[in-house]
Every structure is written in C-alpha cells, then in structure tokens.
C-alpha cells in the first residue's frame, strides 16, 4: 500500500511539474516586443534604389570595399541577399510592371523573439531593450544554427577565418548610434526617407496611418507587425508582398513556439525521470526480490520436514 | 460670394499683420535662387532656381502647401487649411526638421499628444521627395543624383566610385 502510494505521488508531482513547464512556456508566447523599443518603418512606395544605405551600412560598420561600387546598377539584375562584407541589400522587383520598379532593401529584421537567439546554445544572441539583437563573436563557437533558424536569412558568415568564427549581420548600429537614441546610419542618409525611424509602436501606427491616407499607394498590410511575433522593421508595399521576394508564408507565432514545447520538458524529463524511473526499477526489483525470498523461503520450509 | 468673403479675410489678415508686425511683410519677397544643400558633405551645394520654377509651376501650393495663402488644391489638406492665411515663414526648413529623427525631436513628437501631424517628412525627405516625384511625373527634370548636386570628392570616397566596373561578386561565381 506504501509503494502504490509512493508510486501515485511520483507521477502526480512529475505531471504536475510537467504541465506546469508547458504553461509557462505558452505564457511566454504572448511576449510583444520591449515596450520601449526602437524601429524602422519602410515604405518601399518611396524607394528609389540608389544604394546610399548600402554606402552608409559599408562606412559605419567599417565593412571591406564592396565588389562593385554603391551607384553600379548592374547588381540589381540578381536577387542579392546580405552576407558577412554587406549587412544590407537592395532588391529590384516589377521591373515590367507600367507603375515602374519596386526596391526593396534587405536587412536583419531584428525580430521581437529571433530565431537566432532561440537557436544559439551558447547564447551569442541578445535582443536589446532598444530593439536590437546584437551578437557577441566571442562566444561563438560558429555552429551556424542561427544561419539555418533565421526565417530572414539575414546572418552572414564571415570564412575567412577558421579558427575565429564570426557571423556578422545588421545590429541597428547599436554600438554606435542606437544605444545613443540616434538612428541607423541607412535611415540618416536615405534622401527619400523611405526609411522612418522612431518608436515600433508608433511606426505600427504611423503604417496604418499612411494606408488609411492613401489606400491606393499601398496593400493593406504591415509586414514585420505581425510575422513570427513582430518585427523591429516594418515594411509598406505598393503589391502584394510575395511580389517583392517577401516570405508570405510565415506564421505569426514566433520561430520558438515551434521548440517551445519540447525545450520545456528538457528539464523535467533530465531531472524527474532518472529519479522516477529508477525508483520504479528499485522498487519492482525490491517487490521480486522480496516475493523470491518468500517463495523459496516458504519452498524451503515446505522441503524442510 | 463666398470667394468675395476670403478676400476681404485675407485683406483683414494681412492688414493685422502689417498693424502688429510690419517685418512679416518686408520678408515677403520671393527669391529668385536659394542656395540648397549649403553644408553638404558627400554631395556640393548648389542653385535652386526659384523663379523658373515658378514661372513653369505657376501653383505655390504644389511645393509650399497651404503656407502662402494660396488656394489649397488636396483634397485632404482642405479640410483643414481651406481658409489659413500665409504664415510668417514659407522655406522648406521652417517646417521641415533637419534632424527627424533625432532622439530630442522624437521626444519632443511623443511628448505633444496633441499634434496632428505626426507623419510629417523631414527636410531631405520632403525635398528630394517633392523634387524627383514632380520631376518623374512631369517628366522634364533632372532625377539622378548628381544631376542637381555634383558628389564631392569625400561623396566619391563614400560611394566607393572607384570601383566601378568591377565585377559584382556573383558575375563571377557564373
């Protein structure tokens, strides 16, 4: 009767603590972003491709000179993504189109809950209060799981060294400007302010705004308010997003409700289960030993007389 | 009769500005060149002229909206500025912040819970904007870059100029 009780309690409390991890990861969830953090809005309707943020992007982070130079045209005849020599890319999209072509600039979107950080073991990934996730090179151990996790593609590796792995990706210039409360060097030098900086809830709003306004300029939808749980960039479009090489296929659950789940029953089957489980096999063991002994005791007094 | 009315408003109005301050008027004449991008770094400062864009534009209000009391044409604008008087400063930059994105202009935006105006553009925004969308759409200015403002010598350096010609990185993986 003890043992069963015992047994009862085990799997009372191991449950107990097993949905008690599961709520709280789903609590989680609900997580919209620092309260006071920055980001940029940018309406692709105002772009007019002339690279001056790739220029900007370049000097700031003291980047390599690029291939080509930042007014060559010929690097919009392939779609570009950003790498470890270029943090950010512009894209040309509806180049037949009659309304004229569409340039969309590439980045890190600095994602409410990235992907990267949630991949990395070795916790290389911090998402600032000011919006930014930034990314510490002497930590990494350069498993490239945050190349693979980022639903943006934004991390580039940097080859070149072997034994000093570094990924290098857009960090809001937050060393330099961001945690000054300046912006990005990209939106300071767009001249057609295709680039807005300020706070991501007011640029959320100042993004409804604008489709309210003039609803034929834009779709009626900000990409980044939503997408894998926000993003600290947002983007206005005059078409449908999947024309301008977006991801439309994105859920808005953040990338870490997918591992969620399983990563918050890591701890309780590494801690419970060795413990219950052995006291199971302690105990049956006991109970056959136990019977065993009786039996051929009771064997050995029945062959005694 | 009810364009006679304005008339006599704006004549009030601008009879109560020439009583309260006889300045606002003496700042009244229009230039004929402004001198824009005077500290430009990466790009050279040069002429804007004024007067053949007014000879050609005709409309203040296409570039200067409801500032010098001209007929306000948007239809969004009216609702508001239907009847405003010229304002004492009509430049680009007396409304148009030069740093818009500046943590004290942000502050400043947040802190005035009153403003209408949130989404307004600052001035390099407002004026490459304003220029190359008229310019594209009449299709008779220039739209290039260096097409108004020659690039400086640091503004070569910046673009990295001298590379041009050079094989884009994925011309060569081909």
Not at chain 1, 70 to 91: C, G, I, L, M, W
Not at chain 1, 197 to 203: E, I, K, M, N, V
């Amino acid at each position: 009767m003890k043992r069963r009780n015992f047994l009862k309690a085990c799997l009372i409390g191991g449950t107990t603590i097993a949905l008690g991890k599961t709520n709280k990861g789903y609590a989680s969830g609900s997580f919209e972003g620092y309260p006071e953090a920055m980001g940029v809005l940018v309406d692709t309707t105002r772009c007019i491709g002339c690279r001056s943020c790739e220029a900007a992007c370049n000097k700031e982070q003291k980047l390599p000179e690029p291939d080509t130079s930042f007014d060559d045209p010929s690097v919009f005849e392939h779609d570009r993504r950003p790498t470890a020599k270029a943090y950010t890319v512009v894209n040309r999209y509806q180049k037949e189109q009659p309304s004229g072509p569409v340039y969309r600039k590439v980045q890190c979107n600095h994602c409410n809950e990235p992907a990267c950080l949630t991949s990395c073991f070795v916790n290389a990934y911090t998402k600032t209060q000011e919006g930014a996730v930034i990314y510490n090179s002497k930590v990494c151990v350069g498993c490239r799981n945050c190349m693979i996790a980022c639903p943006f593609n934004a991390p580039g590796y940097d080859y070149d060294s072997a034994t000093n792995p570094v990924v290098k990706k857009c960090i809001l210039c937050y060393d330099t400007r961001l945690k000054y409360g300046r912006p990005p060097a990209c939106v300071e030098i767009c001249p057609q302010e295709a680039l807005t900086f300020g706070h991501r809830a007011d640029l959320i709003k100042l993004a409804h705004e604008r489709i309210r306004a003039t609803p034929d300029r834009y779709v009626d939808h900000v990409y980044g308010e939503k997408e894998v749980g926000g993003t600290s960039w947002l983007y206005l479009a005059p078409v449908g997003f999947d024309k301008l090489g977006f991801d439309t296929t994105l859920s808005n659950d953040p990338i870490i409700s997918n591992v969620k789940d399983f990563l918050g029953m890591v701890p309780m089957v590494l801690s419970i289960w060795p413990a219950l489980f052995s006291g199971i096999h302690l105990l049956c063991k006991n109970q056959e030993h136990g019977e065993h002994g009786h039996d051929t005791d009771s064997n050995q007094e029945d062959t005694k007389p | 009769m009810s364009s006679y009315k304005h008339l006599i408003v704006a004549a009030l109005s601008i009879g109560a500005i020439s009583v309260s301050s006889p300045a606002a008027l003496q700042c009244a004449p229009v230039p004929d060149s402004i001198t824009l991008n005077p500290n430009g770094k990466l790009f050279s400062p040069f002429t804007f002229n004024h007067s053949k864009h007014i000879q050609s534009i005709k409309e203040c209000a296409d570039c200067h909206h409801h500032t010098t009391g001209t007929l306000v044409l948007d239809p969004n604008c009216v609702r508001c500025h239907q009847n405003s008087s010229p304002t004492a400063v009509v430049s680009c930059k007396g409304c148009h912040s030069a740093t818009p994105f500046s943590p004290e202009t942000l502050a400043a935006k947040r802190a005035d819970k009153q403003r209408y105006h949130l989404d307004k553009m600052g001035l390099k925004g407002a004026m490459h904007q304003n220029c190359i969308g008229c310019h594209t759409k009449v299709g008779n200015g220039p739209t290039g870059c260096q097409d108004c403002h020659p690039r400086t010598k640091e503004g070569a350096a910046f673009y990295s100029t001298n590379r041009k010609g050079a094989k884009p990185a994925h011309a060569e993986e081909e």
